[in-house]
């Protein structure tokens, strides 16, 4: 999910970067409406007492208008330095402020906050729009201590050009555009400027990758992606077994209220109640997170018996919580299940989810918010651990091209939890990513899929895939780029 090229390093530690003296004059998220929020930026309850600079923007505007947002809305608004230094990139600088995560010093500090030159960009990217070829990848070290990187195609988005190219799961490349990759060139040639891209293919052999000389080509294109990628309903002794597989939680396509892809899910779970589904699988393992409303709207179709209860709370900052109990009243941090004429869970005790590294904030909170209402059992390897949300900040005067993505809020479900900082370890252990050959999404014997089924119905419809080969290296955290960040978003003015 190769979101944001104009990002700087996202990786799982999302970098922020704007200047800070100019943000009470461009908050893009002074709150007007009575309802609550979903995702939009923080309200701004001081106005500017100067006009607007003219002329063109510099760093140091850009920074101040960063800090300034920063003071108000960041959750670790305490932890930003008395006088940070505001004569660097905007980028910089607002990696410069973060309270950054260390699993020794700041075990409970920010992985996630980020920055992005283009706040359109931003903005469209978290509605699933981005410029892209549609091949969803992981990267890899050749070897241990190798330089040489391969990847390894995780799915091809629908209608995509690499899907109309032949680009399927589970291909592998070490070459773009006859270059092969390396932790020197990867970034240049994945996401740099060039849109056209060939990939120099890789051949299994004896659960070995081999080289070739097969190539596929596809050309990046503006792309809204579907969230809801895969859905079935398998019917095993006298089980009936309501399959989704959803990539991220985005109500409608970029620039549009429709609701069309939450009507989607709507379908679907009046399909597994027509069809009597009494078991549910919930395939997050590539899902980094959305829409706060979205969640709640996908859980309000699989609780049981919880309609009306609490389904979480945000906590922020003290400013924010006491602006937002002024514009919305005190309750405007808890979202409840909300009543769901397609509602399943009457027919569940449990729900099987399937996850990896990649589930991540929204899909996590899924699995913390339905905890106390059914029994969650998870499958994959263990998940992200984003415990906490965010909320866009743009410039709504446009001048400052700039749009942050600050952490703003943790979450907790209704018993009070949010220990998972160090993400769901699953109930059952299946390593995806150590198999040299990946089956397809939503067959029974993919491993992920077939152990769920398993368990379920106590027999093995295929048998259990024995892992093929020693697990390849992952590319460091510090060198990935671009995967998958859908966060948790949420906008007071548009609760539901």
């Given at each position: 999910m190769h979101f944001f090229t104009m990002i700087t390093y996202i990786m799982r530690q999302q970098q922020f970067g704007v200047p800070a003296a100019m943000l009470l004059l461009t908050a893009?998220?002074?709150?007007?409406s009575c309802k609550k929020p979903d995702e939009a930026a923080p309200a701004v309850v001081t106005t500017p007492t100067t006009p607007a600079p003219t002329g063109a923007v510099t760093d140091t505007e850009v920074n101040n208008w960063i800090l300034t947002n920063m003071r108000y809305a960041y959750f670790w608004t305490d932890k930003i330095q008395a006088s940070p230094n505001l004569n660097q990139t905007p980028d910089k600088f607002f990696d410069s402020i973060l309270y950054k995560f260390d699993a020794t010093a700041r075990p409970d500090g920010d992985r996630y906050s980020w920055i992005q030159?283009?706040?359109?960009?931003?903005?469209?990217?978290?509605?699933?729009?981005?410029?892209?070829?549609?091949?969803?990848?992981?990267?890899?070290?050749?070897?241990s201590g190798s330089t040489d990187i391969i990847g390894k195609v995780q799915y091809v988005q629908r209608n995509s050009p690499a899907e109309k190219a032949g680009i399927k799961r589970g291909d592998v490349f070490s070459k773009i555009n006859g270059a092969p990759l390396t932790t020197a060139n990867y970034v240049g040639l994945l996401y740099g400027t060039v849109d056209t891209k060939t990939y120099g293919l890789l051949k299994i052999v004896n659960n070995a990758f081999v080289e070739s000389t097969d190539t596929k080509t596809a050309t990046a294109v503006v792309?809204?992606?579907d969230p809801v990628y895969m859905d079935s309903v398998y019917t095993i002794g006298g089980k009936k077994i309501g399959y989704l597989m959803y990539n991220q939680f985005v109500s409608s396509p970029s620039g549009s209220t429709s609701g069309l892809y939450d009507q989607k899910l709507e379908n679907i779970f009046a399909k597994f109640k027509q069809r009597g589904v009494n078991e549910l699988v919930l395939d997050f393992r590539y899902?980094?997170?959305?829409?706060?409303?979205?969640?709640?709207?996908l859980s309000s179709l699989i609780a049981k018996n919880a309609a009306g209860q609490a389904f979480a709370t945000l906590r922020y900052n003290p400013a924010v919580t006491d602006a937002y109990i002024k514009q919305y009243g005190a309750n405007f941090n808890?979202?409840?299940?909300?009543?769901?004429?397609?509602?399943?869970?009457?027919?569940?005790n449990r729900v099987?989810?399937?996850?990896t590294g990649g589930t991540a904030s929204a899909s996590e909170m899924v699995?913390?918010?339905?905890?106390?209402?059914?029994?969650?059992?998870?499958?994959?390897?263990?998940?992200?651990?984003?415990?906490?949300?965010?909320?866009?900040?743009?410039?709504?005067?446009?001048?400052?091209?700039?749009g942050i993505q600050p952490i703003m809020f943790k979450i907790f479900n209704s018993a009070g939890q949010s220990d998972y900082t160090a993400g769901f370890v699953p109930a059952t252990s299946v390593p995806e990513f150590a198999n040299v050959e990946w089956l397809?999404?939503?067959?029974?014997?993919?491993?992920?899929?077939?152990?769920?089924?398993f368990q379920i119905t106590g027999s093995r419809l295929a048998r259990r895939a024995a892992v093929d080969g020693v697990a390849l290296p992952e590319l460091p955290a510090s060198f990935e780029r671009g995967i998958g960040n859908g966060g948790l978003v949420a906008d007071p003015a548009r609760k539901r």
């Amino acid at each position: 999910m190769h979101f944001f090229t104009m990002i700087t390093y996202i990786m799982r530690q999302q970098q922020f970067g704007v200047p800070a003296a100019m943000l009470l004059l461009t908050a893009s998220i002074l709150v007007t409406s009575c309802k609550k929020p979903d995702e939009a930026a923080p309200a701004v309850v001081t106005t500017p007492t100067t006009p607007a600079p003219t002329g063109a923007v510099t760093d140091t505007e850009v920074n101040n208008w960063i800090l300034t947002n920063m003071r108000y809305a960041y959750f670790w608004t305490d932890k930003i330095q008395a006088s940070p230094n505001l004569n660097q990139t905007p980028d910089k600088f607002f990696d410069s402020i973060l309270y950054k995560f260390d699993a020794t010093a700041r075990p409970d500090g920010d992985r996630y906050s980020w920055i992005q030159q283009s706040a359109d960009e931003l903005k469209s990217s978290l509605s699933g729009e981005t410029k892209t070829d549609g091949a969803v990848f992981r990267l890899y070290l050749r070897a241990s201590g190798s330089t040489d990187i391969i990847g390894k195609v995780q799915y091809v988005q629908r209608n995509s050009p690499a899907e109309k190219a032949g680009i399927k799961r589970g291909d592998v490349f070490s070459k773009i555009n006859g270059a092969p990759l390396t932790t020197a060139n990867y970034v240049g040639l994945l996401y740099g400027t060039v849109d056209t891209k060939t990939y120099g293919l890789l051949k299994i052999v004896n659960n070995a990758f081999v080289e070739s000389t097969d190539t596929k080509t596809a050309t990046a294109v503006v792309l809204q992606a579907d969230p809801v990628y895969m859905d079935s309903v398998y019917t095993i002794g006298g089980k009936k077994i309501g399959y989704l597989m959803y990539n991220q939680f985005v109500s409608s396509p970029s620039g549009s209220t429709s609701g069309l892809y939450d009507q989607k899910l709507e379908n679907i779970f009046a399909k597994f109640k027509q069809r009597g589904v009494n078991e549910l699988v919930l395939d997050f393992r590539y899902n980094p997170g959305g829409s706060l409303n979205t969640c709640v709207n996908l859980s309000s179709l699989i609780a049981k018996n919880a309609a009306g209860q609490a389904f979480a709370t945000l906590r922020y900052n003290p400013a924010v919580t006491d602006a937002y109990i002024k514009q919305y009243g005190a309750n405007f941090n808890t979202y409840n299940f909300t009543t769901k004429a397609n509602n399943i869970g009457a027919n569940l005790n449990r729900v099987f989810v399937l996850t990896t590294g990649g589930t991540a904030s929204a899909s996590e909170m899924v699995i913390n918010g339905l905890r106390p209402s059914v029994t969650v059992t998870t499958i994959g390897t263990t998940t992200s651990g984003k415990n906490v949300g965010s909320q866009t900040v743009s410039d709504n005067t446009k001048r400052i091209k700039w749009g942050i993505q600050p952490i703003m809020f943790k979450i907790f479900n209704s018993a009070g939890q949010s220990d998972y900082t160090a993400g769901f370890v699953p109930a059952t252990s299946v390593p995806e990513f150590a198999n040299v050959e990946w089956l397809p999404l939503g067959t029974v014997s993919e491993p992920l899929l077939n152990e769920a089924l398993f368990q379920i119905t106590g027999s093995r419809l295929a048998r259990r895939a024995a892992v093929d080969g020693v697990a390849l290296p992952e590319l460091p955290a510090s060198f990935e780029r671009g995967i998958g960040n859908g966060g948790l978003v949420a906008d007071p003015a548009r609760k539901r």
